[in-house]
């Protein structure tokens, strides 16, 4: 059981925009920014968004992050089928004092 | 550019220890940041074991801490992980990472372990 909770599938169409979504508490996301990673298949863990809504270099801006209380958001624009991965929010909790995961997002591009 | 590799045996056997490194290129661990393991077990999501200041303070996962061991070799620019009395349970890819300005920035390839007899 995951302290962040994410939904296990989301799909879309080549084109079309999607959100994730990923909810926690007030020790962890309402306390702390949100990161998201994105884990193409095979490959190690990338950081795809950080801070709740920045994106590193190389990122495209069809990436984006939002987040409201103790729920954050990522949403893609233009999906992609190379889009499709695994994706993981994080942040720090202050209860356990350490760094927690969701559960991860696994997104098909139909 | 920064690089970070793991190093590790790929089967260990139930009730023994497991030990990996990373070894760091294009950054001197001992100047700044903090540096951990994490892991993902088949099938399932990221699992965070451990992270180490440069300076040495460490923090530990709560389900975890009991049996790992995270440490700095700054004359070889590398840090490692010791878990002990691994169990099935324990089969995963580990991945180290570098933890910069609350996100973690920069990941190794990873490395699978295999518990097994």
């Known amino acids: 059981q995951s302290v962040l909770t994410q939904p296990p599938s989301a799909s879309g169409t080549p084109g079309q925009r999607i959100t994730i979504s990923c909810s926690g508490g007030?020790?962890?996301?309402?306390?702390?920014?949100v990161n998201w990673y994105q884990q193409l298949p095979g490959t190690a863990p990338k950081l795809l968004i950080y801070?709740?809504?920045q994106r590193p270099s190389g990122v495209p801006d069809r990436f984006s992050g939002s987040k409201s209380g103790t729920s954050v958001s990522l949403a893609i624009s233009g999906l992609q089928s190379a889009d499709e991965a695994d994706y993981y929010c994080?942040?720090?909790?202050?209860?356990?004092?350490?760094?927690?995961f969701g559960g991860g997002t696994k997104l098909t591009v139909l | 550019q920064v690089q970070l590799q793991e190093s590790g045996p790929g089967l260990v056997r139930p009730s023994e220890t497991l030990s990996l490194t990373c070894t760091v290129a294009?950054?001197?661990?001992?100047?700044?940041?903090?540096w951990g393991w994490i892991r993902k077990p088949p099938g399932k999501g990221l699992e965070w074991i451990a992270s180490?200041?440069?300076?040495?303070?460490?923090y530990y996962s709560p389900s975890l801490r009991s049996r790992v061991t995270i440490s700095l070799d700054t004359s070889k620019n590398q840090f490692s992980l010791e878990m002990s009395s691994v169990t099935a349970a324990d089969t995963a890819v580990y991945y180290c990472?570098?933890?910069?300005?609350?996100?973690?920035?920069?990941w190794g390839q990873g490395t699978m372990v295999t518990v097994s007899p």
């Open positions: 994080s942040t720090w909790d202050d209860s356990l004092d350490g760094w927690v």
């Open positions: 180490i200041y440069y300076r040495g303070t460490t």
């Open positions: 801070s709740n809504n």
């Open positions: 294009g950054y001197s661990i001992s100047t700044a940041y903090y």
């Open positions: 990472a570098r933890d910069v300005d609350s996100r973690l920035d920069i």
């Open positions: 007030s020790s962890n996301i309402g306390s702390h920014t």
